[in-house]
């Protein structure tokens, strides 16, 4: 699968002749995963215009619409109307010990809204793409596929990755792998095999980052968790 990598000129303006080489090269070679999480991981640090960390969370603008879904049961000839919506997570309110910290989790909150939505696309067109591979007949199929898939996705997140701060870019990787269920460096590894996943491991390590990265719920990233929860039931 074919995914693109768009943030790398916006890293500095001398990286551009990177920009550039990995244009024309890589995006024609580069697995799909394995293009987006090389693109979240060396998304460019540019400023936010308003501070993440100086916007106060807003509780009714949620990032997902909760779903309430109106229906009726049948129970021994007799109807029975029913309401159904998303888990409702109750959390205690977060406190704070300075205004730092409260700005870190203004900050956690902008960014999980932000990239949440696309770890989740990421996902659902790893599965559809796999699915609809193994409907094709043969591998020049699937290659002229797995092109047509290259360019829709160039198209459409490539401007998205290059609005990413490099923070986002991190958290994203995480993300992937809490809907994935993989690291970044697995499903590189799984794509593209292992001396390409070293490559690109290298890579995100000369930018600070790590594609062996993993996402742990109940440990470092409890708190990413419960945003994340939150998000997700359209509580945040």
């Known amino acids: 699968m074919f995914w693109i990598v768009g943030a790398l000129h916006y890293l500095c303006s001398e990286k551009k002749k990177i920009e550039r ?15 987006l999480l090389a693109a979240s991981m060396t998304a460019g640090a540019q400023a936010v215009r308003v501070s993440p960390e100086d916007r106060e969370v807003d ?34 309110e977060p ?11 203004n900050r956690l909150v902008f960014n999980v809204k932000k990239v949440l939505p696309i770890a989740k696309e990421a996902n659902q067109i790893i599965i559809e793409t796999y699915e609809y591979l193994q409907t094709l007949p043969d591998k020049k199929a699937k290659d002229v596929h797995m092109k047509l898939v ?14 990413l701060t490099y923070q986002q870019g991190k958290l994203l990787i995480k993300l992937i792998y809490r809907e994935c269920n993989s690291s970044a460096y697995t499903t590189i590894k799984a794509f593209l095999g292992p001396v390409r996943a070293g490559f690109w491991q290298a890579f995100a390590w000369a930018f600070g980052a790590s ?11 409890r708190l990413t968790e419960r945003v994340v929860l939150q998000v997700e039931a359209g509580q945040l």
């Open 21 to 35: 080489m990995w244009s024309m090269s890589v995006l024609t070679r580069m697995g799909c995963v394995a293009a």
């Open 59 to 92: 509780m009714d603008n949620p990032t997902f619409v909760p779903m309430v879904k109106i229906g009726k049961a049948m129970y021994e000839g007799d109807s029975i109307p029913y309401v159904q919506t998303n888990n409702v997570y109750v959390f205690p």
């Open 150 to 163: 290259e360019k829709d996705i160039k198209a459409r997140y490539g401007p998205r990755m290059k609005k």
């Open 211 to 221: 594609l062996t990265k993993q996402y742990d719920p109940n440990g470092v990233d």
């Open 95 to 105: 406190e704070f010990k300075n205004a730092k910290q409260k700005q870190a989790y």
